[in-house]
């Protein structure tokens, strides 16, 4: 760990010495990556209606949800943490995608 402490400490050094060859007018011409204000907004609202509809739906369908994209679980781990079949999973998640897309109003 120190090695490579070091070694991010030496380059940090290096570059500091160097002169830095652009400008603050080459600067303002680059393109920000970072989103506007506008966009973390919208971001956030979507976000928003996701929780929403997602806690509008039944309670297993919910923790259905929470174990295939927050745990990461397969179905065939989901079906046997819920009691069900591998192939009542899949049915399951399809309706409840269904359901999620209806109630966002998308097609």
């Given at each position: 760990?120190?090695?490579?402490?070091n070694?991010?400490?030496?380059?940090y050094?290096?570059k500091?010495?160097?002169p830095?060859t652009?400008?603050l007018?080459d600067?303002l011409?680059?393109?920000?990556d970072?989103?506007?204000?506008e966009?973390?907004?919208?971001?956030?609202e979507?976000?928003?209606?996701?929780?929403?509809?997602?806690?509008?739906?039944p309670?297993d369908r919910?923790?259905?949800?929470?174990l295939?994209y927050?745990?990461g679980?397969?179905?065939?781990?989901?079906g046997?943490?819920?009691?069900?079949?591998e192939g009542?999973i899949k049915?399951?998640?399809h309706r409840t995608l269904?359901?999620l897309?209806e109630a966002?109003?998308e097609?």
């Amino acid at each position: 760990m120190s090695i490579a402490h070091n070694l991010l400490a030496n380059w940090y050094r290096a570059k500091g010495r160097r002169p830095s060859t652009a400008t603050l007018d080459d600067a303002l011409e680059v393109p920000a990556d970072t989103p506007g204000p506008e966009s973390s907004l919208e971001t956030s609202e979507q976000i928003r209606r996701v929780r929403e509809a997602v806690r509008s739906l039944p309670a297993d369908r919910q923790r259905l949800l929470a174990l295939k994209y927050v745990e990461g679980c397969t179905n065939a781990e989901i079906g046997r943490r819920m009691g069900r079949t591998e192939g009542a999973i899949k049915a399951l998640h399809h309706r409840t995608l269904g359901q999620l897309q209806e109630a966002l109003g998308e097609p």
